[in-house]
């Protein structure tokens, strides 16, 4: 259990492998084939991989900060997410600033880039909207080192009706703009189609501080690179 924490910890300035659930035995065998049985990849493929280095940092990403007037964006973390087909995890309802708190609230923004078409189906993402007007009730922080788990929310998720999302299908090749506050989610991909996606969120850090309690550090190694270089 302490390797698997620290394995998720460590992960924000490295490239590390994260399974979705249900894909081993109780001996640990795999019950899918291996190229169908991972979740994410993340944290840092914007720093370590050329490929995704490239598109993180592309003129046309760099415009989008620019045309919404981001001063300092900071790239934090980044994802590339499988939806695996038949057995790609729901996310249950959540905000990013939930995970990625920062002071004042409100200065994270997720980029969400579909790698195939992401429609109902497949587990597209969900919105509700005006969402983000409301604050967050909960946060995720740290626990002591060597603890277990190494995380714990203060706080308590509110309760959504179903009702109260809109779903947001995109085509291949789409962007989606996630405000940090934004109540959203994705299902269950109960279908035969996989729906890969990348996934990088940024920082305004102009005027703002990161909470050293959330469970995502900048480190020695990587500081938080600026979107514009």
């Known amino acids: 259990a302490q390797g698997s924490a620290d394995y998720f910890l460590n992960s924000g300035d490295k490239i590390r492998f994260f399974f979705e659930k249900g894909v081993f035995d109780a001996k640990g065998d795999f019950l899918v084939p291996r190229e169908k049985s991972v979740n994410k990849i993340g944290h840092a493929l914007h720093a370590h991989n050329p490929l995704y280095k490239r598109m993180t940092h592309s003129p046309k990403i760099q415009e989008v900060g620019q045309r919404l007037g981001l001063v300092k964006p900071v790239i934090v973390q980044s994802m590339y997410i499988f939806k695996q087909p038949n057995i790609g995890g729901e996310v249950t309802p959540h905000q990013d600033a939930t995970f990625l708190h920062t002071e004042p609230l409100g200065r994270i923004l997720g980029f969400w880039i579909a790698v195939e078409d992401a429609n109902e189906e497949n587990g597209c993402l969900w919105f509700i909207p005006g969402s983000h007007r409301d604050g967050i009730s909960r946060r995720m922080l740290r626990t002591p080192p060597g603890s277990i788990p190494c995380t714990a929310f203060i706080g308590e998720e509110r309760s959504y009706n179903d009702d109260q999302f809109v779903p947001a299908p995109v085509p291949k090749g789409g962007l989606v703009l996630i ?44 500081p938080f690179p600026s979107l514009y270089t």
Do not use: C, I
């Not at 729906?195 to 920082?203: I, K, N």
């Open 179 to 222: 405000h940090g506050e934004v109540v959203h989610k994705s299902d269950l991909n109960t279908s035969p189609n996989s729906r890969h996606a990348y996934s990088f969120h940024v920082m305004e850090s102009h005027k703002t501080s990161w909470n050293p309690e959330n469970w995502l550090q900048p480190s020695q190694d990587l």
